[in-house]
C-alpha cells in the first residue's frame, strides 16, 4: 500500500470492535456492527453482506444490446435491465457466473469478454459487490430461466440506451455504469 493511501486510512479507516448477526437470510446477510473512529470514539454501522454479484452488457454486431424487462417487487415496477445475477458462492469465477447468466436469461453465448470493471451500488451500508463485463461475438441458444424467474428479452441499440439513461427513463444503476462504461469502450455516444 502506498504511503499516501496508508496516511489516508490511518485519517478516515474504521475499526470492527464487535459484530451481531441481525438476520441471516438467503441473499442478504445483516449484521450491526460496533466501530472505532478515527478520533478513537465508537459508533454502530448497520450493514449487509452480499455474496457477490455480476452483470452483462452483450453487445450484438450492430451495435445493439440484450436487454430485459423484469418486475422488481421492491420497486413494484418492470425495469429494463442488463442481464445479471448473484454468484452461487463467495469464491466462484466471476467471469463463469457472467456466463452463465448470460446463457440462462438470455440464451446467447459470446466469444470475446471484456471485463468494465467492479460497481459497488450501495456501499454505505453493503459490502455487494458487481463485475461488469461487456460481451461481444454473440451466439442465441436456448434460455435456462431459474424456476422462479420470469423476463422478457429484447435487443435495443446501444445509442438508444444511452440516450435512455441520460433522460432518466433507466434507473438501474448497474445497467447505468455498465452501458455508459460499454459505450465509451466502444466510441458510442
Not at 449487509?48 to 413494484?76: L, S, W
Not at 438470455?106 to 459490502?127: F, K, N, Q, R, V
Not at 435495443?156 to 435512455?164: A, R
Amino acid at each position: 500500500m502506498s504511503d499516501i493511501k496508508e496516511k489516508e486510512l490511518e485519517q478516515l479507516g474504521e475499526t470492527q470492535v464487535d459484530s451481531q448477526d441481525i438476520f441471516d437470510g438467503f441473499v442478504l446477510h445483516v449484521k450491526k456492527d460496533t466501530i472505532k473512529l478515527p478520533n478513537g470514539n465508537e459508533a454502530t454501522r448497520e450493514i449487509i453482506r452480499h455474496i457477490g454479484a455480476v452483470c452483462v452488457v452483450p453487445v450484438t454486431d450492430d451495435n445493439k444490446v440484450i436487454m430485459e424487462r423484469q418486475f422488481r417487487y421492491p420497486i413494484d415496477r418492470v425495469i429494463t435491465e442488463i442481464p445479471a445475477g448473484k454468484l452461487d458462492d463467495k469464491n466462484e469465477n466471476r467471469l463463469m457466473a457472467a456466463k452463465r447468466e448470460l446463457r440462462e436469461e438470455t440464451g446467447y453465448e459470446a466469444d470475446e469478454w471484456l471485463d468494465l470493471g467492479i460497481y459497488y451500488p450501495a456501499p454505505a451500508y453493503s459490502d455487494e459487490k458487481i463485475t461488469m463485463y461487456l460481451a461481444k461475438g454473440l451466439h442465441k441458444g436456448e434460455r435456462d430461466l431459474d424456476e422462479d424467474e420470469f423476463l422478457n428479452v429484447e435487443e435495443i441499440p446501444i445509442k438508444s440506451l444511452v440516450d435512455d439513461i441520460l433522460s432518466g427513463k433507466i434507473t438501474d444503476g448497474k445497467t447505468q455504469v455498465a452501458i455508459l462504461k460499454a459505450a465509451a469502450h466502444l466510441n458510442i455516444s
